[in-house]
Every structure is written in structure tokens, then in C-alpha cells.
């Protein structure tokens, strides 16, 4: 539950003070039996319960958006999402946005503010580390902060990157996504004094083991000023980054 909206639609006439009083009872959390909604995250984290859709049902995932949607008055974002997830709530919801390649469903309600100081950049080693920064992406998008990306510019062709040094310059936060030997951090951080945020994938063959090659690599780095996320979690390095990205403000 986005509070100060809350609060701001009934000022403004957008919504009685009944409807607002039955919104409240429900808080601060609201039990739907297979989940219970926290309507104070956003009081304590900035942006609403995210629902992470891997294991659940269809039908559960549209429960909970629609609870979240309708019931809490707030806009909705669901990572690791399935195509049938995505009809349900199209059908459902006009306002959804599919991201087929992030896996990611969007419902907004009102506008997002801009809560961020500078701006976000998302840096790719190669194409096939794409849906990893997409996820990143949709999710600094969702939490108010603007987005600028790189993207093929691994280390197999590092004139690729050297000639986009002006991007780097432009960010206040960067995060970074790549497979294989995860290199790319390291050079990006070696290239900049800003905060580096380092995405292992599972992309690579069968010495990547996974994405626990590059994890590795990632966290032994010589350059100074990385930090590491689990590998495909391009949601909580976007997180990361945004908390980042609002001090100071």
C-alpha cells in the first residue's frame, strides 16, 4: 500500500474517506490463505511487496496481483513470470505490461515518481545475458529511476566498450550482467569511480557450471568498488542499485 498516495487521492477528492477507511483496515497486512500481503513494505522499503511468481500457480499469482491492484491501490510488479501468467492477467487487467524476455508483468495505477538522484546504467557482456538485465531493468524502471544501457560489450571485443566511455560517465550506479568468465566487471569498475553491481548468469558452457564461474570470478575482482549479487538476480541488483541511487536526494 502506497500510503502517501492513499492520502493524497483522498485530499483530492479521488477517493472518499469510506473507501479510504475500509483500505486501512486491512493494514498493515492482509491474509489471502496461500499468501499474506505486507501493505507497510512500502513504508519501510520505498516500493510495494513484489511478487516473486516461480512455484506459485496462475491462480495465485492473479490473487495476489489483483488484491495488490484493486484491494491495496497500488501498482504491481511480478518477476519470473510465465506466458499463462501473462494471459491471465491480460484478460484480466488492460493496464498489463508483458516482458516476455525479463519475465516480468507490470500493472500500474498511478505514474511513478522519479526517485532517484542520477541515473542507472545496465551493462551487458553479451546478447545472450539479455533477459537477465531486462528483469534489472523493468525493476529500476518500476522502483522510479531512470535507465541507461550497454549492451555486447564483453571483454572478447573490449574496443566495444572502449568507445562508450561517455555512457559509464553518465551513470551514478552500475550494474552489471554477464556469463562466461565474468570479466566485465572488473574492467568497468577499473574504468570508473562509480559503484559497480555485479550480475553472474548461468549463460556459458559447462565450465561456467552454471553461473557459479563468473559468480567467483566476481567476487575475487582486483578492481576496487564491486559488489556481488547471486547469479540471474538482475531483480535484487536493481534494488541494490536503486537504494543506492536515491541518497543524497
Not at 493524497?8 to 490463505?33: C, N, S, W, Y
Not at 484480466?92 to 495505477?109: D, I, K
Not at 559503484?195 to 557459479?212: C, D, K, W
Amino acid at each position: 500500500m502506497d500510503l502517501k498516495q492513499l492520502l493524497q487521492d483522498v485530499h483530492q477528492g479521488r477517493m472518499t474517506p469510506e473507501k479510504a477507511e475500509e483500505i486501512l483496515q486491512k493494514f498493515p497486512a492482509a491474509d489471502l490463505g496461500y499468501a499474506v500481503i505486507d501493505h507497510q513494505r512500502t513504508l519501510r522499503k520505498g516500493f510495494p511487496e513484489v511478487i516473486y511468481c516461480q512455484g506459485k500457480t496462475t491462480d495465485q499469482v492473479l490473487g495476489i496481483a489483483t488484491h495488490m491492484f484493486e484491494e491495496a491501490h497500488t501498482n504491481v510488479l511480478a518477476t519470473r513470470a510465465t506466458p499463462d501468467m501473462a494471459e491471465a492477467l491480460q484478460k484480466r487487467f488492460a493496464e498489463t505490461e508483458w516482458n516476455p524476455s525479463a519475465r516480468t508483468l507490470v500493472l500500474r495505477r498511478f505514474p511513478q515518481e522519479n526517485r532517484g538522484v542520477g541515473k542507472i546504467l545496465v551493462a551487458t557482456a553479451g546478447t545472450s545475458d539479455l533477459p537477465v538485465a531486462e528483469e534489472a531493468e523493468v525493476t529500476a524502471r518500476f522502483l522510479g529511476h531512470e535507465t541507461l544501457r550497454l549492451r555486447d560489450v564483453g571483454v572478447a571485443g573490449l574496443h566495444r566498450l572502449l568507445t562508450r566511455l561517455e555512457v559509464i560517465a553518465a551513470a551514478r550506479v552500475i550494474i552489471v550482467v554477464a556469463g562466461m568468465e565474468g570479466a566485465l566487471a572488473g574492467v568497468i569498475a577499473g574504468l570508473t569511480d562509480k559503484p559497480v553491481i555485479a550480475v553472474p548468469t548461468s549463460t556459458g558452457y559447462g565450465a561456467n557450471f552454471g553461473g557459479l564461474a563468473p559468480l567467483l570470478a566476481m567476487l575475487n575482482a582486483c578492481a576496487t568498488g564491486v559488489a556481488v549479487v547471486n547469479i540471474d538476480n538482475g531483480f535484487g541488483a536493481a534494488c541494490m542499485a536503486c537504494s543506492i541511487n536515491r541518497l543524497g536526494r
